[in-house]
């Protein structure tokens, strides 16, 4: 198993930058594909970005392909969500999961595919 504990939310302006952390405990974290999922509120959660075990690949939703990067420590167990030229739409709160991968590929994108979850990180975003 794995646990996970978001930081790195807050209130910004549009425009601004803001990066958020996810640790993990265990010591397997590089058995793992991680992602980032966020819920606005009245919306369902949808799918931001995903990382391989070794942090060589990555997918993004179309909403913040460009401004978003996706990044990971798998010697601190650690990955980092980097959010550039932020947007009121971006406002959510952000969750950080964990998927056991015995391969490096597929990236798993689906929140299904993600067993682990964080308690999320809230992410408000001013016009």
């Known amino acids: 198993q794995v646990q996970l504990a978001e930081s790195g939310g807050g209130l910004v302006q549009a425009g601004d930058s803001l990066r958020l952390s996810c640790a993990a405990s265990g010591r397997t974290f590089d058995n793992y594909a991680m992602g980032w999922f966020r819920q606005a509120p009245g919306k369902e959660r949808e799918f931001v970005a995903a990382?391989?075990?070794?942090?060589?690949?990555?997918s993004y939703a179309d909403s913040v392909k460009g401004r978003f990067t996706f990044s990971r420590d798998n010697a601190k167990n650690t990955v980092y969500l980097q959010m550039n030229s932020l947007k009121p739409e971006d406002t959510a709160v952000y969750y950080c999961?964990?998927?056991?991968?015995?391969?490096?590929?597929?990236?798993?994108?689906?929140?299904?595919?993600?067993?682990?979850w964080g308690q999320g990180t809230q992410v408000t975003v001013s016009s």
């Open positions: 999961a964990a998927s056991f991968r015995s391969t490096y590929y597929p990236i798993p994108t689906r929140q299904h595919e993600y067993p682990y």
């Open positions: 990382i391989s075990r070794s942090g060589g690949s990555t």
